[in-house]
C-alpha cells in the first residue's frame, strides 16, 4: 500500500510537496509516478521516476513549475509543487509497478484557491 501526505489548501503562487512512500508488496518498484484527476476529467500523468532517476516527462501545464525527487528502490517519490495556479486543483495519485503489478495510493486533494 501506499502512504501519501502533503496534500491541501493553496493560494495560487503558492508552493506544496506531497510525498509517497510504498511498503508491503511494493518493494523494489521500477516505476513510480504521480498522476492527477481534476473534477470532470480524465486522470492524467504529471511526473515519473524510475531505477534510472526521473523520467523529465511533464505535461505542458506543469513543466517549470514540477519537480519529481525520490528513489524507486526505497519506493519513496516526492513532487514538489510550485507557483500553484488554480488548474492544478486536483485529486494527485501515486502510483508504481513492481514487478507485474501495478499499484495506486488513495489519492490526496490539492486545492489552489483564493
Known amino acids: 500500500r501506499f502512504v501519501e501526505s502533503g496534500g491541501g489548501l493553496v493560494q495560487p503562487g503558492g508552493s506544496l510537496t506531497l510525498k509517497c512512500e510504498g511498503s508491503?508488496?511494493?518493494?523494489?518498484?521500477?516505476?513510480m509516478a504521480w498522476y492527477r484527476q481534476a473534477p470532470g476529467k480524465e486522470r492524467e500523468l504529471v511526473a515519473s521516476?524510475?531505477?534510472?532517476?526521473?523520467?523529465?516527462y511533464y505535461p505542458d501545464s506543469v513543466r517549470g513549475r514540477f519537480i519529481i525527487l525520490g528513489d524507486p528502490t526505497k519506493n519513496t517519490i516526492s513532487l514538489q509543487m510550485h507557483d500553484l495556479k488554480l488548474e492544478d486543483t486536483a485529486v494527485y495519485y501515486c502510483?508504481?509497478?513492481?514487478?507485474?503489478?501495478?499499484?495506486w495510493g488513495q489519492g490526496t486533494q490539492v486545492t489552489v484557491s483564493s
Open positions: 502510483f508504481a509497478i513492481s514487478g507485474a503489478m501495478q499499484y
Open positions: 508491503g508488496n511494493i518493494v523494489n518498484a521500477h516505476v
Open positions: 521516476f524510475t531505477e534510472s532517476g526521473p523520467t523529465n
